[in-house]
């Protein structure tokens, strides 16, 4: 089963620190090509920030209901 592991801030970071420095490139070496797979990227590394919050969120909801059943 999937679970929410604090590890998976670990993964979605690079993702957006990846699309930020391929749109920087673009823009630094004059090439139009780098800006749809930096927006592409973009998009992917939103939508796993979004996955991760969610899941922490969950995951805190869970703790916190377990807590108050003692």
């Given amino acids: 089963p999937l679970r929410y592991e ?3 801030w670990a993964m979605v970071f690079p993702l ?3 699309a930020m420095a391929t ?3 673009g823009l630094v ?3 139009a090509w780098l800006q749809p797979l930096a927006q592409a990227f973009m998009w992917v590394s939103l939508g796993a920030w979004v996955l991760a919050g ?3 969120a969950g995951a805190t909801g869970q703790a916190l209901r377990r ?3 003692r």
């Fill in 67 to 69: 807590r108050a059943r």
């Fill in 6 to 8: 604090s590890l998976y």
């Fill in 54 to 56: 969610l899941g922490l």
């Fill in 16 to 18: 957006g620190m990846y």
């Fill in 23 to 25: 749109h920087r490139l």
């Fill in 29 to 31: 070496l004059e090439q």
